[in-house]
């Protein structure tokens, strides 16, 4: 377990943009997939986008063509550029760093999409 810092949430009205980045060590960072998650009270926490080590990208239906996740290993960062946000995908994102031998987690950010 290392640590991982998400960040970039925020209030912002249907149609807007956000882009949440996760950051952590280098090394982990860079040979291990990173996924972005989400979760709204009630709910079961979902996988939103996932990058893998080589950059190959997998994306839930529901936001697919609207956002779009990428990494920077240089920066040690991964990003999530949400685009045309709905009010349905206010949650708390999460990153996770599928790392051996139980992986990492950020401590969560709030997106919140008004109508």
Same mark, same amino acid.
């Given at each position: 377990?290392? =640590? /991982?810092?998400? +960040?970039?949430?925020?209030?912002?009205? %249907?149609?807007? !943009?956000?882009?949440? +980045?996760? %950051? %952590?060590?280098?090394?982990?960072f860079r040979l291990n997939a990173v996924g972005w998650y989400r979760q709204s009270p009630g709910k079961q926490r979902e996988l /939103?986008?996932? &990058?893998? !080590?080589?950059?190959? *990208?997998?994306?839930?239906? !529901? &936001? $697919?063509?609207?956002? *779009?996740?990428?990494?920077?290993?240089?920066?040690? *960062?991964?990003?999530?550029?949400?685009?045309?946000? $709905? =009010?349905?995908?206010?949650?708390v994102y999460y990153c996770n760093i599928d790392h051996w031998p139980?992986?990492?987690?950020?401590?969560? *950010?709030? /997106?919140? /999409?008004? =109508?």
């Open positions: 377990q290392v =640590p /991982v810092v998400d +960040s970039g949430g925020g209030l912002v009205q %249907a149609g807007g !943009s956000l882009r949440l +980045s996760c %950051a %952590a060590s280098g090394s982990i /939103v986008a996932r &990058i893998s !080590s080589s950059g190959s *990208t997998n994306y839930a239906d !529901s &936001i $697919k063509g609207r956002f *779009t996740i990428s990494r920077d290993n240089a920066k040690n *960062t991964v990003y999530l550029q949400m685009n045309s946000l $709905k =009010p349905e995908d206010t949650a139980s992986g990492s987690w950020g401590q969560g *950010t709030q /997106v919140t /999409v008004s =109508p």
